[in-house]
């Protein structure tokens, strides 16, 4: 099992940005989260920005909860 920081995607959210959270919650010992890695996928920068574009817009009938879409500290969502 793998562990690792994450960080919540939206839209206008950038690679730098990603990093930048990763290395706060580094020097700031937060938990990492464990997590199985079912496929690998490699994107370019542009296919990137698209993906957090797209995803970034919550389905109507779940724009309710979209807000509560965060995870406590130890990794599990609320």
Not at 61 to 70: D, E, H, K, T, V
Request: hydrophobic share 30%.
């Amino acid at each position: 099992m793998f562990f690792c920081h994450f960080s919540k995607v939206h839209r206008g959210i950038s690679w730098s940005t990603i990093q930048e959270n990763t290395r706060l919650q580094n020097s700031n010992h937060c938990q990492k989260i464990a997590y199985t890695e079912i496929a690998a996928v490699t994107l370019s920068e542009s296919e990137f920005k698209t993906i957090c574009r797209d995803i970034s817009k919550p389905h109507p009938c779940y724009q309710q909860f979209a807000p509560l879409s965060l995870a406590k500290e130890d990794g599990t969502w609320q």
